[in-house]
């Protein structure tokens, strides 16, 4: 485990290369609209490795862009998961960690994406993307988890939070629509949010990740499919199949998170048979955000450690 020193954010947040480097897309998924974007490489080479990106609950692809960034010499293709961002609900089933995992492979199936495709997932694509792997061991070479949810959400110290979430989930699904609708969009509730998990001291770079929550926080189909994927991220974990990741996985995680907590990184460390986890001073459920510097260079390294 190798721990790294933060720093200030950099100006600007985003270099000049990104915009050039974006190719949006979308494909249809068993009836559903799915919206995609490719951060093509600035040299592409034979070597150049492909990652597919799966965002946290009520994120979409904005989250990791900052991640994408700092990783100019690779492929990243990032879907809004369906039911968030600019990508279509299910149109059949609930909006379950099974039926995500189903949809990460008929993505790759459309998308083409074989065997060398590195996964990667945040905080709830992190729950969704190594129950991927578990059941469809052989489809990447390997996995990386930023934030990764390594314990039941329900127990523990945090556990009594959890459940008045749900139950914020539910009164918002019950209530009329325009008033659960306020409710789940309320401003004033998503900046309590954000600045409970920012951690940063840089002004410039707290004002940034509130408004990145307040800009996409919201950006969801509906309340019965936001309700399903807020159950599904809190009722699973990637230690329920820790035992199954027999590939290289990379865990990146926060000293402070407070969702995600530092000491069930490492009993999920001690679970996976061939993994790594670097940790982050200084930054809690938010490394996309705040930190994407030595994110981006933990897998660099990891990649380069592990041929795919």
């Known amino acids: 485990m190798e721990h790294v020193d933060t ?6 947040l985003f270099s000049n290369e990104l915009e050039a480097r974006t190719l949006p897309a979308e494909v249809i998924l068993d009836g559903v609209k799915v919206a995609y974007w490719s951060y093509e490489p ?3 080479t034979p070597k150049t490795r492909t990652i597919l990106v799966i965002h946290g609950f009520r994120g979409d692809h904005h989250g990791l862009l900052r ?4 990783l100019a010499d690779m492929r990243l293709i990032m879907p ?21 995992t189903r949809f990460v492979a008929e993505f790759m199936a ?42 039941p959400a ?10 008045l979430a ?5 009164a918002a699904a019950r209530l009329p629509r325009r008033i659960g609708q306020a409710l789940l969009r309320s401003q004033l509730i998503v900046r309590v949010m954000s600045e409970a998990m920012a951690k940063t001291p840089d002004k410039a770079l707290r004002r940034f990740v509130h408004a990145q929550h307040s800009a996409y926080f919201s950006a969801f189909a509906d309340r019965d499919s936001l309700l399903q994927a807020f159950k599904a991220s809190v009722g699973n974990n990637v230690s329920e199949v820790a035992h199954g990741l027999t590939l290289p996985v990379l865990l990146i995680a926060g000293e ?10 490492h009993k999920l460390l001690a679970l996976l048979p061939d993994g790594h986890l670097d940790v982050i001073p200084g930054v809690g459920h938010l490394i996309h955000y705040e930190t994407p510097e030595p994110a981006a260079g933990f897998i660099r390294r990891f990649l380069k450690d592990h041929t795919g």
């Open 42 to 44: 600035v040299r592409a």
């Open 110 to 151: 459309a998308l083409k994406l074989g065997p060398d495709t590195v996964l990667l997932g945040h905080s709830f694509g992190s729950i969704v993307a190594s129950h991927f792997v578990a059941a469809n061991p052989g489809t990447v070479a390997e996995l990386i988890l930023i934030n990764p949810i390594a314990a």
């Open 67 to 70: 991640v994408a960034d700092q």
């Open 154 to 163: 329900l127990e523990g110290s945090k556990g009594l939070m959890t459940k």
């Open 166 to 170: 749900v139950l914020y989930y539910e």
């Open 80 to 100: 809004d998961l369906p039911g968030f961002g600019s990508s279509a609900a299910f149109e059949q089933g609930e909006h379950s960690v099974e039926r995500y």
């Open 256 to 265: 402070q998170d407070e969702i995600a907590a530092l000491a069930d990184q």
């Open 7 to 12: 720093e200030s954010s950099p100006t600007p």
